[in-house]
């Protein structure tokens, strides 16, 4: 019964909303093998075994926003403040080219010293340095005029998870100011511009349902993004939500392969907080059908203290300077990380 809606899935790209709901709620772990099988067989189609490596530059924890579940939200006064600087972002990109980096993800907070003029500046800074590499933005909201800016100044790729595609869910996890008509308005407008777009969910947020990750799926069918990010919620001991429960590994890994079938080309990240609830979260994620890994590359002074949720690895093999590590783990379950931009496939 379950894997009819499996197969159309696989065939049509979609199911209903409450065919959504069945195929999440009536999952089991038999189930779940077969959908991972699926999900791999598309995945090897179109990007064989290669699994993409994005150096990740957390380059300001300064946030004006107060989002109620994250850990650099601006009513958090435990969190130590940092900013880097252009020269050490530079450096973070040098070091991250030695390493067979070629595309660098820069995300913070929302930070005002980090002007749309200044980000702009290194973004041209970036590109001229790294001709070859593809160059990600992850900073929030803006508005149109100011993604153009970036966009023709050479940045690539923009990430903006739009986080739950339910108004009123939306409206719980964040402050008033922050509504999911301007997280859609942006998403467009990132999309209209010529950005690859990443959006995506946390997986377990407090207050979601089925019936949430069901209109999640949809939207993401509509929206058809190059990119979608998903990882576990977890909980940040300075926050609000500090005492809700984490997101379920297995229930993450479910939507992996679900968003493999959805979107059978889309760039697919086994995220930190996915390597952060399990020592082998991330390795589940690409045998789910995640195809791309985003290492950390940020300087090791700072790693610590960007701190979205708490226990958030951040030395280590998920390390980007431990690149040889993250080779032979991801050798050991049959894949590749190979040296490349990593575009989606639609845009070679
Ligand atoms: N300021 C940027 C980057 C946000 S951080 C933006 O608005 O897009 C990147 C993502 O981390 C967020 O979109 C959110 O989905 C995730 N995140 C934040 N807090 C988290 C938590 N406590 N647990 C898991 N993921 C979290």
């Not at 990740?56 to 300064?62: A, C, G, K, Q, R």
């Not at 020269?87 to 973070?92: A, F, N, S």
């Not at 799926?217 to 940040?236: A, R, Y």
Request: net charge neutral; aromatic share 8%; charged share 25%.
């Amino acid at each position: 019964m379950m894997r009819t809606l499996i197969d159309r899935l696989e065939r049509e790209g979609v199911l209903s909303r409450e065919e959504f709901v069945a195929l999440i709620d009536g999952r089991t772990p038999e189930l779940a093998q077969y959908l991972f099988e699926r999900a791999r067989e598309v995945r090897h189609r179109h990007y064989c075994k290669d699994v993409y490596i994005r150096g990740l530059i957390e380059f300001t924890n300064y946030c004006k926003n107060n989002c109620l579940y994250c850990g650099i939200r601006c009513g958090n006064q435990n969190a130590q403040r940092y900013r880097l600087s252009k020269e050490e972002i530079l450096d973070c990109c040098r070091e991250g080219w030695e390493l067979g980096y070629r595309t660098f993800v820069l995300q913070g907070g929302e930070d005002p010293w980090y002007t749309p003029a200044r980000i702009e500046d290194l973004v041209r800074a970036i590109k001229a340095q790294h001709p070859e590499c593809a160059l990600t933005l992850s900073v929030g909201e803006h508005p149109r005029e100011v993604y153009q800016r970036w966009h023709d100044a050479g940045a690539d790729r923009y990430l903006l998870r739009h986080e739950t595609a339910d108004a009123a869910h939306y409206a719980s996890l964040h402050p008033k100011n922050l509504t999911l008509e301007n997280r859609m308005r942006c998403l467009r407008d990132l999309k209209d511009i010529g950005y690859q777009v990443g959006c995506g969910f946390m997986v377990g947020a407090p207050g979601q349902t089925t019936d949430c990750i069901a209109k999640d799926l949809l939207f993401l069918h509509e929206f058809q993004p190059q990119m979608v990010g998903i990882g576990p919620f977890i909980p940040h001991c300075d926050t609000p939500l500090r005492d809700a429960p984490q997101g379920s590994l297995e229930l993450t890994l479910y939507l992996l392969g679900i968003i493999r079938l959805m979107l059978p080309q889309v760039l697919l990240p086994a995220t930190t907080a996915l390597g952060t609830i399990h020592p082998e979260g991330r390795e589940q994620g690409i045998l789910a059908g995640a195809n791309v890994c985003m290492p950390n590359l940020s300087p090791v002074a700072v790693r610590k203290k960007y701190t979205l949720y708490n226990n958030k690895i951040s030395t280590g093999e998920e390390a980007a300077q431990s690149r040889d590590a993250l080779a032979k783990r991801i050798a050991s379950i049959g894949y590749r990380v190979v040296v490349s931009r990593g575009d989606h496939i639609t845009r070679i």
